[in-house]
Nanobody, 129 residues
Framework: QVQLVESGGGSVQPGGSLRLSCTAS????????MAWFRQAPGKAREGVAA???????KYVDSVKGRFTISQDKVANTLSLQMNSLKPEATAMFYC???????????????????????WGQGTQVTVSA
């Protein structure tokens, strides 16, 4: 079992920045990859950024160059630095363990080396003037 707790959400003006954090506990040694997802009101949850145990990172096209995912394996934390935020970024952001973005086609799936995915409870990000 892996427990995930997100923090760092809040309200920010367009163009501003936020840094989300996700603290993992439990069987963290078993995680093959970590990812951030978001879900805007009335929309499906979508993958935003992912990182695997080798440090390979993947981003959805809409955030490339503005968001940076990072991982501190010692502290068992996952972070998402979000810069130049746009109103369309308003969403609940979720941390996920054992999700990755398949390099071949960009599909967001359970990592093939894992059998279980875990989700945090989410942290709200609101971007408005």
């Amino acid at each position: 079992q892996v427990q995930l707790v997100e923090s760092g959400g809040g309200s920010v003006q367009p163009g501003g920045s936020l840094r989300l954090s996700c603290t993992a506990s439990g069987d963290t040694y078993s995680t093959a990859s970590m990812a951030w997802f978001r879900q805007a009101p009335g929309k499906a949850r979508e993958g935003v950024a992912a990182i695997d145990t080798e440090g390979n990172m993947k981003y959805v096209d809409s955030v490339k160059g503005r968001f940076t995912i990072s991982q501190d394996k010692v502290a068992n934390t996952l972070s998402l630095q979000m810069n130049s935020l746009k109103p369309e970024a308003t969403a609940m952001f979720y941390c996920a363990a054992n999700f990755w973005c398949r390099p071949a086609d960009g599909a967001w799936l359970r990592h093939p080396m894992s059998t279980t995915v875990y989700w945090g409870q989410g942290t709200q990000v609101t971007v408005s003037a």
